[in-house]
C-alpha cells in the first residue's frame, strides 16, 4: 500500500505524555464456567458456577461476577436480546500467573486475536462494515452509524483509534457527564463462542469500538427525564440519576444487557451535548379534523363564521356560543379551511359539538375506542359523521395529508441533519401487531429525509398525484427493512437491505425516542483537517526528490507543499479553540491586551479555560499549554478588524513547533530542514540570475536612448524589448518564488526593474511605429523612382534635374534637406505636367514621414539633435551598420560586479 494511505488502515489518534506514561491494557471479560470452588472472605462461589471472567492488566488479578440469563429480556424477533445476563456482585481474586485454565472454563466466550488492520480498505469506516448479530449493543451501533452520516465522520472515528505495534489499539472515548476524553487501550482481538464471532462486523474497527466501550467498566446509567416543551416537539432534559459503578465487570455481556441509551453512546462516543425527544403519538379526536383538512384555499370564511352565528344562535340557552367558538379555533380554521367545504363543514361540525356537549358519557365512551369505529352506531347527524370518517381516512399513511405535529417535526429534523447534528432514533417497546421489515424496541440510525411524488385512487378510481415524506434509516443489523410495494394500499413488505425509507405517518406511528447531539461540525472538522494535513504530508514525503541540482521550479514546488502542510495543521490545531464561549474568548482577549509578560499572560488564559478539553494536542505537558496558549493568542489575533500580520506569523510559527511530534512530523521537519540549507548554498546563483536580468535590463535602455537612427537598429531594438520582457516575467518568478522561500532583497531593485521594462515597452512601441514609417517610406520611394524613369523616358527632365531629386530623397531624413525637399514638392504641385504633378505629391508624402521617422527616433532617444545617414539608393534602403550585442552566458550582458541583492531569512 502507498505509504500516504497508511493513517487510513491504522487510525490516528495523538496520542498525548499522559496517554504514553500511564497506558494500560484492558481486557473485557468473558463469560465462562468455575472449575473448583473459589472463597473470597465469608463468600464461597461453587464448582460450576457461571461467572464473567474480566482479567487485570497482570493477568494474576481477576473480576468475577456471578450472573445467569436473562429470560425476560429474550426475545423472538431478537436474536441479540438473547445473550442478556442478570448480573450479581463483583468480587477480585487473585489467582498464580498461567494457573486460569485451572480456576475457569472458557468454554462460552472467548477473544480471538486478529493480525488486520483497524480499516481493512480506503473506503472504511463505512456503514456497511456494521453487521450486528448477537451482543445486544443496537444502541451503540447506530450512534456509530450516525457518525458516518456526518461528512467528516469518517475522520473523526479514525482520529479517535490509533493501531499500536504491540498488537494493541486506543481508543479516545468521553466521560458523559463531564465530556472529558477518556482513553482505553484493548488488543486487537474479536469476542466469539463456539458458533463463531457474536457480532459479523466487516472491519475490526467496529469491534474495538465495541470492546473499548465496554471497558470502561460503566454501565449505562439510568436517567430521569425532565420535559421540556421545544415547539411543537417534546423535548427531554437528561438528569444522570445514578453515578458510574466503576466497580463493576467490564464485559461486553453486562456492559449491553437490556441494551445501553443512545444519549449514553452518543455522549461517550463523541463528547457532544445530546438532548432527547419522544415522539408525539397522534390519537385523532373530532377536533383535530383541522390539522387534516386542505390548505391552499381559504376563501370565503367570513360567510362561513355568518353561518357559524346563525347556528350558534339556535343553540339552547345552556351551551353558550363562546364555548363552540373556543371549540372550534377559528385562528386556526381561517387558515386551513377551503371555501367549498366551509359552510357544510361548519354546519355538521357545531351539531357534533353539540352532541358531544350535550351526551357526555356516550361521547366520553366513544373517544376510548382506539380505531373510532363507534362513530357510525352513534346517533350523529350523518354529515358529521362523514367529515370524521374522512379525517380518519386522511390520517392513513400515504394519503399525502399530514398532522401539522408530524409536518413540524419532519422539517426539525432535516434541519438537525443540515446544522451537522447526529440523529438516531428506536421503536416503541412493543407493535400491537406485525410490523414487515421493522422490530420493536430497536434502535435505528436516521440518514435523512426526503419526499417522492406518488399518484393515489379514490374509490371512483379518480388519480392525484400527492408527495409523500419519508425518513431514511438504517438497521445496525446490516439485513432487513421494509419496503415498500408499488399498489394502491402501499402494503410492506421485507428487504434484504439494512436501509429502509419510511413513510412519515407510519414513522410517528412506530418509532418512539429521537436522540441527537448539538452540532458536530466543528468538533469533526478538526479530524478531517488533521488528515488533510497527514495526507500532504505523506505526500511530500513519498515524493521528495530535492537535491542540490534540483531546479528552482522543483524548490518553489517543495516548498509550497510544505507550506499547504503547515496550513492545514494549522487549520486542524484552530478548530480545537473555534467552539469556546464567545464570553471567554472575550475575557482572553482583555489578558492578551494588557501587554503583560508572555510566561504570565500564559497562565491568566490557561485559567480561563479547561485544559484537559484539548488533551488531543500531542507533546509534554508544558509543552500542550504552551500550544493552548498560542492556539488561544492566534485565533483572538486573526478575528481582530485590524490582525498584526508579523504576529500570525509568529504564533503560526510557534503553533507548528509546538504541536505534533510523530515519526511523521519529524520527517517533514527533516526534509524542510534540507530545503533551507538547498536553497541557502545557491543563494549566490539565484543572486546570480537575478542581477544578469538586472544588467541586461540597463544595458538595453541604454541602447534605446542611444539607438542608431536607421531601420537595422529598430529591428534589433525591438528584439532585445521582446527578450527583456521574456526575461522580466522570469524575475518576477524568480524573486516571488524566493520571497515565498524567505528570502528578501530590497524594494529598490524591484522598482527599477519595472520603471525600466515600463520605459523599454514605451520605446518598443514607438519602434515597432518606426518600423511601419520605413515600410511606408520605402514604399513612397519605389514609387517617386517609377515617376523619375517615367520623366527621363519622356524627356521631360535633365540629368542635373534627376540627379539633384535623387540627392534630395537620400537625404529626406535630414533636416535642411528635407526642407529643400518640401519646396521642390510644392514647386512640382502646380507644374502643368502631370508626371511632375504626380511627383510632387509623392514628395511631399515623403516628407511627412521622413518627419514621423525623425521624431519617433527623437522620442526613443529623448535628445534633440539626430545624426541620420544618407539612404542609398532609389528602390530599396540598405540597413546602416549596427554592432549585434554580445551573448556572454544566458544574458546579453557582462556579468559585473555588484552588490548582494537578496539574502536568506535564517
Known sequence: MPKHQTYHHHGHLEKTESITNNEKIVYPGVRAKLKQAVTIGAITLPKGMKVIIEPQEDLTKFKITPFKKDKKSARKDQPESRGSVETQTTYEIKIPANSQKKYFKFNNEYFDKVN?????????????????????????????????????????????????????????????????????????????NRLGRLNHHSALWVHILEKAFAARGQKSKTYSFENVIHGTTKWIKIVSSQSPNKDIDASIASAYSNGISQNFALRVLTGLDVKASHMKHIDPTPYDIFNFVDTDQIKGLIDAQNSLDQQGAKLPESLPQKYIRTTLNLNKLEKMLPEYQAKQVIDDYTQLVLYACTNEDKYKKLLKNPNFQAIKKAKLPSGASKIFLA?????????????????????????????????????????????????????????????????????????RTVMIKYVKLRNPWGRLSRKYKNNSKHSAKLGLSPYSEIE??????????????????????????????IHNVNMVLDDWNINTKSSLESLIIAKSRIHRCNEYLVEAELSLVKNINSDIINKIEAVIDQNKDEAQQTNEILNKIEIEHFAPIAGQKEQMKENVANLLRLHVELNRQEPNLEEIDRLKSLVKDYSTQDELW???????????????????????????????????????????????????????????????????????????????W???????????????????????????????????????????????????????????????????????????????AN????????????????????????????????????????????????????????????????????????????????
Open 116 to 192: 488486520a488492520n483497524l480499516f481493512p480498505n480506503d473506503d472504511s469506516p463505512s456503514l456497511n462494515d456494521i453487521k450486528q448479530v448477537a451482543i445486544p449493543d443496537c444502541s451503540l451501533l447506530a450512534s456509530i452509524q450516525s457518525i458516518l452520516t456526518h461528512q467528516d465522520g469518517k475522520a473523526f472515528i479514525r482520529g479517535m483509534m490509533r493501531q499500536n505495534p504491540n498488537g494493541t489499539t486506543t481508543v479516545r472515548l468521553f466521560n458523559p457527564e463531564t465530556l472529558k476524553p477518556e482513553y482505553i487501550t484493548v488488543t486487537n482481538s474479536v469476542i466469539a
Open 391 to 463: 379525517m380518519l381516512e386522511k390520517e392513513r399513511p400515504f394519503s399525502g395529508y399530514y398532522h401539522q405535529h408530524q409536518i413540524d417535526f419532519y422539517n426539525h429534523l432535516k434541519s438537525s441533519l443540515e446544522q451537522g447534528k447526529l440523529v438516531t432514533t428506536g421503536t416503541i417497546n412493543k407493535f400491537n401487531k406485525k410490523v414487515t421489515g421493522l422490530v420493536s424496541n430497536h434502535a435505528y440510525t436516521i440518514l435523512g429525509v426526503t419526499e417522492k411524488p406518488i399518484i393515489v385512487r379514490d374509490k371512483k378510481n379518480n388519480e
Open 504 to 533: 412519515l405517518s407510519e414513522f410517528t406511528k412506530y418509532f418512539g425516542q429521537i436522540i441527537e447531539t448539538v452540532s458536530a461540525n466543528i468538533k469533526f472538522s478538526r479530524d478531517a483537517k488533521k488528515e488533510d494535513f
Open 666 to 744: 519529524d520527517k517533514l521537519i527533516t526534509y524542510e530542514t534540507q530545503l533551507t540549507a538547498i536553497v541557502s548554498s545557491r543563494a549566490s546563483e539565484f543572486n546570480k540570475k537575478i542581477e544578469n536580468i538586472l544588467e541586461f535590463a540597463r544595458a538595453t535602455r541604454d541602447r534605446f536612448n542611444n539607438l542608431h537612427p536607421n531601420e537595422g537598429a529598430l529591428d534589433i531594438a525591438i528584439l532585445n524589448a521582446e527578450k527583456l520582457n521574456r526575461l522580466y516575467v522570469e524575475f518576477k518568478a524568480t524573486t516571488d518564488s524566493l520571497k515565498l522561500m524567505g528570502y528578501t
Open 746 to 824: 530590497s524594494q529598490e531593485i524591484e522598482n527599477e526593474m519595472a520603471q525600466i521594462v515600463q520605459q523599454v515597452k514605451n520605446d518598443a512601441a514607438l519602434a515597432v511605429e518606426g518600423k511601419e514609417k520605413y515600410a511606408e517610406l520605402k514604399d513612397l520611394i519605389s514609387k517617386a523612382g517609377d515617376v523619375l524613369s517615367k520623366l527621363r523616358e519622356n524627356h521631360e527632365q535633365t540629368a542635373d534635374e534627376q540627379e539633384h531629386y535623387n540627392f534630395l530623397i537620400k537625404n529626406a531624413l535630414r533636416p535642411e534637406q528635407r526642407k529643400l525637399l518640401e519646396a521642390e
Open 827 to 906: 514647386k512640382l504641385k502646380d507644374s502643368s505636367n502631370q508626371n511632375k504633378r504626380e511627383l510632387g505629391v509623392i514628395l511631399k508624402s515623403i516628407v511627412k514621414v521622413a518627419e514621423a521617422i525623425h521624431s519617433i527616433f527623437k522620442a526613443i532617444r529623448k535628445v534633440a539633435e539626430i545624426s541620420f545617414a544618407p539612404i542609398k539608393g532609389l528602390h530599396s534602403i540598405t540597413l546602416g551598420t549596427l554592432g549585434i550585442f554580445r551573448r556572454p552566458n544566458e544574458y546579453e550582458v557582462e556579468n559585473n560586479n555588484s552588490s548582494t541583492l537578496i539574502s536568506p531569512r535564517l
